[in-house]
């Protein structure tokens, strides 16, 4: 946070008075830059000036010093520091993405969009309120404004791991419902049309359609794999790093192991799986507009896999470990695809109705058994 002490070496006019007066305490050092300071006297009678940010947190961090000042508090050790500003601690935030996530790509897409608003901002000075104003000015979706959310938390308590920090404004931010229950998955008839348009449009492209399908595999994860984590011999495949960061095997049915095999023919020595392209978005999207698809995307296969396994009869814990779901609560939203097994659970209280009882219940007076009345006098 950068602040200077003010030595004053001559009285001020009655018009400066009067400006500072009516700016009470904040101002734009460069007038329109957006960028707002305050003027204060600390705790021991010297005048001060620090930077803040938006006009906002300008006038919330003057009444805060102005406040530790009449109540004889000294200014935080850490004002005599540099300040640090939002791409500071993100520039930490992205380098801890690369090392460690899947979604680097992604997080800079982000984060870009952060720096957009607070880049020279202090970091300190931003809150929750200001996070919050930013984000309701986007027309996100519950899960768009949570990845953002997200993102700024982690590069909060990153600073403050790294003792930048001491405060995580973005744990404050509301954390928004997401409707998880849709599982889009493909009909007969509408797998029929896909197969149709790729055979015709990109023949080559059918192995990895047939992939997806029986396997469950993510796109990052199919479009990732490499020959070195395939064994066909086994018949299971390897995710080395999967969502979660652990690694998981898929076992490989006969269709997958025929996809297998058309994909190694046509791979020209590549050492990814997929012969070295890094999505589908290319031949894929195009080819669901074709085939009059609507609200379909890569993951719906995924969806797909795991809703014709749920309607063969496979029990949902079997199925949370082939999608390498880390709750059961997250794959449990395939349970209702298996009616014939939840029609035969329910079936069996049928018969209860039917058989008799030696129980007979009088309604009308009840009689304590002679135990229970010694007990209660």
């Not at 997080?107 to 919050?132: N, Q, S, V």
């Not at 009909?187 to 399908?213: H, W």
Request: overall charge positive; aromatic content about 8%; some cysteine.
């Amino acid at each position: 946070m950068e602040t200077e002490a003010l030595v004053l070496t001559a009285p001020t006019s009655k018009r400066t008075r009067e400006r500072n007066a009516k700016a009470r305490g904040v101002f734009e050092k460069i007038p329109g830059s957006g960028v707002w300071w305050i003027r204060y006297t600390d705790a021991q009678g010297r005048y001060r000036r620090e930077k803040a940010g938006m006009k906002g947190m300008a006038i919330e961090l003057y009444r805060k010093r102005k406040t530790d000042a009449l109540a004889g508090k000294k200014l935080p050790e850490k004002l005599r520091r540099p300040t640090v500003t939002f791409a500071d601690i993100a520039r930490d935030a992205l380098a801890y993405s690369k090392a460690n996530k899947l979604s680097y790509r992604n997080d800079c897409t982000r984060m870009e969009k952060l720096l957009g608003w607070f880049r020279e901002y202090p970091a300190e000075a931003i809150t929750h309120a200001d996070i919050e104003r930013r984000f309701a000015g986007e027309p996100w979706s519950a899960a768009t404004w949570n990845r953002y959310r997200a993102m700024l938390s982690l590069t909060y308590r990153l600073a403050i791991r790294n003792g930048k920090l001491k405060e995580n404004p973005a744990r404050l931010v509301r954390h928004r419902l997401e409707n998880n229950a849709r599982t889009r998955f493909l009909s007969e008839k509408e797998e029929t049309a896909l197969r149709e348009v790729i055979s015709e449009k990109c023949p080559e492209r059918i192995a990895e359609l047939d992939l997806a399908l029986n396997t469950g595999l993510r796109l990052s994860e199919q479009y990732g794999l490499t020959w070195g984590n395939v064994n066909l011999a086994l018949r299971i495949l390897t995710v080395p790093r999967s969502k979660n960061g652990s690694t998981r095997h898929v076992p490989l049915n006969t269709a997958a192991l025929a996809a297998l095999e058309a994909l190694r023919k046509g791979s020209n020595g590549s050492p990814l799986v997929c012969g070295g392209a890094k999505t589908s978005r290319q031949w894929f999207e195009p080819v669901v507009r074709t085939a009059g698809l609507q609200s379909f995307s890569w993951h719906c296969l995924r969806h797909t896999f795991a809703s014709r396994l749920v309607m063969a009869g496979v029990d949902i814990r079997t199925v949370q470990e082939l999608l390498g779901h880390t709750t059961l609560a997250m794959t449990v939203r395939y349970s209702h695809l298996a009616p014939k097994h939840t029609l035969a659970a329910v079936e069996r209280l049928a018969g209860f109705s039917e058989r008799p009882t030696d129980t007979t219940t009088d309604t009308g007076h009840f009689e304590r058994p002679a135990a229970q009345v010694a007990i209660l006098q």
